[in-house]
Every structure is written in structure tokens, then in C-alpha cells.
């Protein structure tokens, strides 16, 4: 069984109460159809499950075959240094149809970023080491495709409409 290498750390994005029974980490790419097709399931899964949740994104952009994939990171990293990840993470999912270069500035725009900083910091060495890391991370916990789940820190074998069954599952 995999398991999630390194841990959960402050270089994470969490959403959900610290207090949370169970974590969700998902790597992703935002230019990955499955992931599109995870994502309003797992803001079902949020709304449903409200408190007893932790959820946390971690980036695995399969840059071979998404152009937009490791751009779409940095657009992500680049909100996330004024506070507004989940902003533009929702954001880019929403508009997965349409992800182009023009894009990312676009959404800084409509989710209230400053631009001029935001395009600054799009250029940043660290925000590319950091998406390069969670790589790394996915590759060590032994992702092998997008989405990927680890409840609680153990791989979970199946998609995100599997993920919200054995939820309700638990719950009930």
C-alpha cells in the first residue's frame, strides 16, 4: 500500500478544520479531463462533509501531454502568495475548457489579485521548485496518474465518485 511522502507540512495548501477526521490529499493537473471531472465532486464531498474534513491539493502536472498543465501550477502558486489559492484553483477548474496562456491573468483579475505582483511572482524560481516538489512527492508516494487520493495518508484505490461513496459509507 502507498503511502503519502513527505507528510503533511506547511508548504501544503489545507483547506478544513485542523481538527478534521479525515484528510484528503489529491494530486492533480488542472488540464487533466479526470481531474475537471474530480472536482465537482470533491467540492460535493466539502459541502457534505463539512468539518470532519481536511482537504489538501498537491500538483502533479503531466506536462508532456498538458500544455497547460505546469502554467496553470504557477497561476495556482502565484495566487497563493496573495492568499487566494483556492480562488484560483476553483477558478482554473471552472475554466478548464478554455485554458490558455491569456487565461491566467484573466482569472488574477476576476478572484481580486494584483496583477503587477502576480505576474511578478509567475516568474518566481520558488514557485517552480515548489510545484516541482509536489511532483516529486507524488512520485515518491507513488502516484502514477491524475487524480490521485490519499485518505489519511494511504493511497486510495479508486476516483473521486468512489471516494464520496465510501465516505457516505463511513458516515452512515
Known amino acids: 500500500m502507498s503511502t503519502l511522502k513527505p ?8 483547506l478544513g478544520d485542523d481538527s478534521a477526521s479525515i484528510t484528503i490529499v489529491e494530486f492533480g493537473d488542472y488540464q487533466c479531463p479526470y481531474c475537471g471531472d474530480a472536482y465537482p ?13 481536511k482537504f489538501i491539493f498537491r500538483h502533479f502536472p503531466l506536462a508532456n501531454a498538458h500544455e497547460f498543465a505546469f502554467p496553470a501550477a504557477i497561476a495556482a502558486e502565484a495566487a497563493a502568495l496573495q ?12 475554466n478548464q475548457y478554455r485554458l490558455n496562456d491569456e487565461l491566467f491573468d484573466e482569472l488574477a483579475e476576476t478572484i ?16 517552480k521548485t515548489k510545484i516541482e516538489d509536489n ?6 508516494s507513488g502516484v502514477n496518474g491524475t487524480p490521485s487520493f490519499y485518505v489519511n495518508g ?7 465518485a468512489d471516494l464520496y461513496q ?5 458516515a452512515e
Open 7 to 14: 507528510e503533511i507540512n506547511d508548504q501544503d495548501h489545507i
Open 41 to 53: 465532486i470533491m467540492k460535493e464531498i466539502e459541502e457534505t462533509f463539512g468539518h470532519q474534513i
Open 83 to 94: 492568499g487566494k489559492f483556492w480562488e484560483m484553483h476553483d477558478a482554473l477548474y471552472e
Open 112 to 127: 481580486g489579485l494584483d496583477l503587477e505582483q502576480f505576474q511578478k511572482d509567475s516568474a518566481s524560481e520558488e514557485i
Open 135 to 140: 511532483f516529486d512527492s507524488g512520485m515518491r
Open 154 to 160: 494511504t493511497k486510495f484505490d479508486g476516483g473521486a
Open 166 to 170: 465510501m465516505l457516505k459509507e463511513s
